[in-house]
């Protein structure tokens, strides 16, 4: 019987949902003055064979009940950084309470032991969000709107009280309202668990479905790397073509057994001579019993076609493995 129920909340569109903006979204809110107390972090760097000690390095940590026991997806505005600024503008999200906060005005005291203090804002409600990428304001003057990945494969999403029943998608949020461009048709009703979002500058942009139990609990739904030809760069409201990304032999990017599946990912360097090709990072993990886990990361070489009036297209053309050091040795070996 609990498992007729999860399926049809599952495919019933939310009655509210939780994804909205706040009037802090634009600015119009007080500001919360809030303090990052400083931290020594140990530093070891790897030279191929061993890790070794470094100089420790000086970090900052804030503390805050909203941002509940889960932080995810650090997103600095570098544009946005004023010249009496410590760091430029960051934007983090609360993904276990449904919240985005903007964290402004960043600045050190060094009269106060090297204290940081920022003003923090509460920007908008999300449906457990988890990475972000900023697009450009609607207007002149307006606000920077945001992407926004969100996924809960528990599918309730108790933020603002609505109980919203969905298990995620990518939503563009502006000062207004919320618009889901992923999932589209049928499938956004019960939506897809996505993990991170970023976009290239040919108007292709890509999200990773990844489920933390995928290993443990494969008919649930299986987890893949997707692309999306939206319909205009400034002003991604939906996506106009999407599909599963393939690699270079035509298999469908997804999860496997002893390697998991795409969980982040991002945009690297475009070929000098073909704009439309570029580097994509892939960093795979696996694993939902938490004892032990898998992960190893990928170059992939793509290139991408977007025809007036027609079609677009994404090609892998090359793959391998990158970074091997970091995901096939581990201290015990290099000892």
């Known amino acids: 019987m609990r498992a007729i129920a999860f ?20 600015g119009d809110c007080p500001e919360t003055v809030v303090e990052f107390a ?47 600024d410590y760091a430029p503008p960051l934007y983090i999200v609360g993904s276990l309470t449904d919240k985005i906060f903007k964290i402004t005005d960043i600045k050190l005291d060094s009269r106060a ?10 920007v908008a409600w999300s449906d457990a ?71 290239h500058p040919s108007g292709f942009c890509f999200f990773s479905v990844w489920k933390f139990y995928d290993d443990s609990m494969p008919l649930m739904g299986n987890d893949c790397l997707w692309w999306c030809r939206v319909n205009a760069v400034s002003d991604p409201t939906a996506c106009t073509d999407v599909g599963i990304m393939m690699d270079e032999n035509g298999n469908q990017i997804c999860h496997e057994n002893g390697k998991g599946a795409v969980h982040g990912f991002v945009v690297g360097k475009a070929d000098a001579t073909d704009p ?14 938490f004892d032990i886990g898998e992960s190893s990361i990928w170059k992939m070489k793509v290139t991408v076609s977007r025809i007036p009036g027609g079609k677009g297209a994404v090609k892998t053309l090359s793959r391998q493995p990158w970074a091997t050091d970091l995901w096939q040795k581990n201290s015990s070996e290099a000892a």
Request: one cysteine or more; proline letters at 10%; a negative charge.
């Open 38 to 84: 400083p931290a020594p972090f140990d530093l070891h760097k790897w030279n191929g064979s061993l890790y070794y000690p470094a100089e420790p390095m000086q970090g900052h940590y804030l503390m805050q009940e909203d941002f509940g026991i889960f932080l995810h997806g650090p997103l600095f505005r570098p544009k946005q950084r004023k010249p009496q």
């Open 7 to 26: 399926i049809a909340c599952a495919v019933v569109p939310s009655i509210a949902r939780v994804c909205k903006p706040t009037t802090c979204f634009k």
């Open 129 to 199: 969000p988890s990475t972000m990428t900023a697009v450009p304001p609607a207007y002149e003057g307006g606000p920077e709107r945001l992407l926004v990945a969100e996924g809960n494969p528990f599918v309730m999403n108790p933020g603002n009280r609505s109980m919203s029943m969905w298990t995620g998608g990518v939503d563009l949020i502006d000062e207004d309202k919320c618009t889901t461009i992923f999932p589209s048709g049928f499938e956004q009703f019960e939506g897809k668990v996505v993990n991170t979002v970023e976009c």
């Open 276 to 289: 439309n090709s570029f580097d994509l990072f892939l960093l795979y993990t696996g694993k939902g019993t």
């Open 113 to 122: 032991g090297g204290t940081i203090t920022a003003n923090l804002q509460f």
